[in-house]
């Protein structure tokens, strides 16, 4: 079924809507820490509903469903660990807790606190770099997306990708962390009502005995068992624990959630009840990716395998509101990307390197002008790196490994500096510099995802042991002040 008049007036009123509200909120900005932290004010119900919102967008249910659609129920391991991961923090307030009660407004900028200036800019570096990698797919596969299941040409794909870009930057730049905290309820409540009207119509439609039937014929009993199937297994499964730890407490757009809550108390609950949420996250997408086997085949392109199947299932008006639904997890994600990266160059490389030169501070208002330079940077590279990088493998697996170019060295010396007393500067910088060597074997080695991965947190961890031993006595506590 092509979309309809109807489809495309759901879409247009969600998008002027949104926009409006974002542009809005322009209004309640007073200075850098409503525009990157939203004034540390959220409370329960808004931080689950922005935390739920910014990890789950377009770009998730793609690869989510291009895990199921590619290993059958056995993907559901990687949607168990995320959720479980996430509740765990929650509980102990791992991390997160610490983070909060420092009123934080990057990760980079505890290692300045910690350990040196120096290391927070090298830091900034790494995590900006990573986090760019990262987001740099993003535009691509929620194009496709769109074009496929609009109906929209291909020949349209770069003008698609363009147009959600500057919808998505527009409002980011004008209202920063406000503007994306209060369109992201709006957003998570469409975004809920399309995943449970796709859900509905997979397992209606295609129906759960071919569902479970298509993956037997494929791939036998690898389809159920993770243990089983070569993709994962024990290593796979250690991995990914140590990840989903690493992004719940140190990746940046989820720290700055914690950052953003009323108090540290409060982040522990937020993550706890969002844990929940993320075991659907991942585990319904795979739904959809299973019922696209089934309905596709084997030979179809799994990355567009499940946006091809909603073409076809869906009947006018639910099309438009799913696709109201997937923009809206779009927009949650890329705006609060691009303000999480934007805000690692403005804040923690830019900030710190005027400082070294004996520069006076910045104003708020200086600091939230870099902020949006940068914001149009970060938006201009990802565009060109959309259109020019092509995957070579699961796109999951891609995100996994960029993140863990920072991620790796942030979590060990993180958690060397909060745990550890004896955790000195060049355990962190040896740590920051051994896990980005580690991906190395990923992106031009060939290594496996799980090799790399599992190299990359494992160096990191020995560096800053290592590093910390051999680098002498403890540095006396810095003074904990905030660096803007």
Known sequence: MGFTHLDTFIVVAYLAGTLAVGLAAKRLLSNISDFL????????????????ATETGTVTFMYYAQLGFQTGFAAFITGLISGVVMI??????????????LELMTVPEYFERKYSRGLRVLTGVLVATGGILNMGMFLRVEG??????????????KLAMTAILLIELLYTVVGGMLSIVITDFIQYVALSLGT????????????WGSMVHAVSAQMGGQGFSPLSNPTYGWGYIVWQVILWTAVNTCWQTTAMR????KSPELSKKVFGWTGLIFLGRGMLPMLWGIAALAVLGPHADSMNAMPTLLA??????????????????????????????????????IGPLRRRKGQAELSSRTQIRINRVANVFVSVFILWWSLWYTLSGPLYLYLNLTATIFLSGTFAAVIGGLYWKRANLAGGYAAMIA???????YFFLD??????????????????????????????????????
Not at 197 to 207: A, H, K, L
Not at 258 to 261: A, L, Q, R, Y
Not at 435 to 441: L, R, S
Request: a positive charge.
């Open 37 to 52: 932290v939203a004034g540390r004010g959220l409370g329960l119900f808004l931080g689950v509903a922005t935390l739920a």
């Open 196 to 207: 449970i009207i796709v859900t509905i119509y997979c397992v209606w439609r295609v129906g």
């Open 144 to 157: 496709s997306f769109l074009v496929i299941l609009t109906g929209i040409p291909f020949e349209y794909l």
């Open 435 to 441: 896990g980005a060597a580690g991906t190395i074997g």
């Open 88 to 101: 765990g923090v929650g509980w102990t307030g791992f991390i997160i807790h610490r983070f909060r009660a």
């Open 258 to 261: 914690t950052m953003s809550m």
């Open 447 to 484: 290594l496996p995802a799980t090799y790399s991965g599992f190299a990359a947190f494992g160096l990191a961890a020995a560096a800053m042991v290592v590093g910390t031993l051999l680098g002498g006595k403890r540095q006396p506590r810095r003074k904990e002040r905030a660096y803007a």
């Open 312 to 349: 076809h299932l869906l009947g006018p008006g639910v099309k438009g509101l799913v696709v109201a639904g997937m923009l809206a997890a779009t927009m949650s994600v890329n705006s609060s990307y691009l303000l999480g990266w934007s805000s690692i160059i403005s804040q923690d490389i």
